[in-house]
């Protein structure tokens, strides 16, 4: 399996966007037949269409954290990005005029005149200004950050940007107000918003879709994320096995038993008429060495897609304490007196037990038994305990269970209060 490289991927669907947009709806249709149903290739495709991936990069319309020729690279590489790229650059630009009646202009080929955008300064690098600015101002007024990350504020992989966008962002990043770090969110997303409805800028997240394409509009209106966070439920714990096993140090040995058994939890939902789950799990190692990486992670079923996630125990147990500082600080409680334990035993795993033989082997096999052992000394010492204030807490009905459920849905999905309108692309 090809490992995804972001960059270039986001960076793909850039250009494929831009290609539509050149075409028009019905060339592309057209065109992109032969290669969503397997009759010619990637290769095939950059060079039917490198008169306007040339010109998309010597001209700027294109701009991405990655060169043109990596990015060909990467799709030449990996079918699965090229087909996904492919099938949402189609949708898009066949769709596109449903985000906003004003964005039908780009469906007729040859329109250029919108930037489409993957880590580039001009409008992702300010966009990162303006959401510093409005994250520090929140932190004044209310005594902590929004926002552990700017993914929450926004997930946008990709721009489309209109010259009238990237100027209205680029004063607003140079207020002196913004400077001061007086921006509010309120008025940055009514921006984005505004921008949105006049055709001048589209803030696509987007995922790999395997099966059919659907865009959906998030944060457009906040009547409508009230309802689908009043229609998103806890529907439980989902059925587990506890870690079994041991380990013990003596002397200069550390000895681990067989172990087995489970180390995520699950917590399960629904979401308007969508099914899903909260996935917890703690990344036990970094670089060979103990880590207290945490993650919860929001999946839907039926989607190839992750829906968000929240990283660390800290913003974690800070969102649940909104709702329930009781749960909150016992979490956060666990994970931090457990660290301790799972840390003193890597630590004797890597310089008794041969972890850092394992670790540094250039055997696939020993590398394996390494994340093996770790994942199995994490749930022995973390999981195991943190599972049972999880089971405990979410395995009956209540309202206050629903209401953590749809605090730390609405922090990973970004459809807080203060999150930016966006557009997400997913199967």
């Not at 195991?384 to 807490?393: S, T, W």
Request: charged share 25%.
């Amino acid at each position: 399996m090809v490992q995804v490289a972001t960059d270039e991927a986001e960076g793909a669907q850039a250009l494929f966007c831009y290609i539509a947009d050149i075409l028009g709806v019905q060339k592309t249709k057209v065109q992109y037949k032969p290669y969503l149903t397997g009759r010619r290739t990637a290769s095939d495709f950059f060079a039917e269409n490198s008169k306007i991936v040339n010109e998309a990069f010597s001209k700027g319309a294109v701009k991405t954290g990655k060169s043109k020729d990596q990015i060909i690279k990467y799709i030449k590489g990996d079918e699965g990005w090229f087909i996904s790229s492919l099938k949402i650059s189609q949708y898009i630009i066949e769709n596109i005029a449903n985000i906003s009646s004003k964005f039908k202009k780009i469906q007729q080929p040859g329109w250029q005149n919108l930037l489409y955008r993957h880590g580039d300064d001009e409008i992702m690098g300010v966009m990162s200004l303006l959401f510093k600015s409005a994250n520090m101002q929140y932190a004044k007024a209310n005594g902590t950050k929004a926002f552990g990350d700017i993914n929450k504020w926004t997930p946008a992989d990709i721009y489309f940007a209109s010259p009238k966008a990237k100027k209205t962002f680029k004063d607003l990043s140079v207020d002196k107000e913004t400077k001061k770090n007086n921006l509010t969110f309120s008025e940055l997303n009514e921006s984005i918003g505004d921008m949105i409805t006049s055709g001048d800028l589209l803030p696509l997240s987007l995922k790999k879709a395997n099966k059919n394409v659907i865009v959906k509009k998030v944060n457009f209106s906040r009547k409508n994320e009230e309802k689908l966070l009043a229609d998103t439920v806890c529907t439980g714990v989902q059925k587990w096995e506890p870690m079994k096993g041991a380990f013990a140090t003596s002397g200069k040995k550390f000895m681990l038993k067989p172990y087995s058994g489970g180390r995520d939890i699950y917590v399960t939902l629904t979401s308007g008429k969508s099914k899903g789950r909260l996935q917890f799990r703690h990344t036990p190692a970094s670089n060979g060495k103990p880590s207290k990486g945490f993650k919860t992670v929001l999946s839907y079923v039926g989607s190839s897609a992750l829906g968000g996630q929240v990283v660390g125990i800290p913003i974690l147990t800070d969102i649940i304490k909104q709702v329930d500082p009781t749960l909150g600080s016992k979490l956060q409680s666990v994970f931090n007196n457990t660290y301790i334990k799972f840390e003193s035993a890597m630590k004797d795993y890597n310089e008794k037990g041969g972890g850092n033989e394992r670790y540094n082997s250039d055997s696939k096999e020993l590398k394996n038994k390494f994340n093996d052992d770790v994942g199995a000394l994490s749930a022995l010492t973390i999981m195991n305990p943190f599972r049972i204030e999880i089971q405990k807490f979410f395995k009956n009905k209540s309202k206050t269970r629903d209401n953590v459920v749809r605090a730390i849905f609405a922090y990973t999905a970004s459809r807080t209060v203060n999150s930016a309108p966006f557009v997400i692309a997913k199967d």
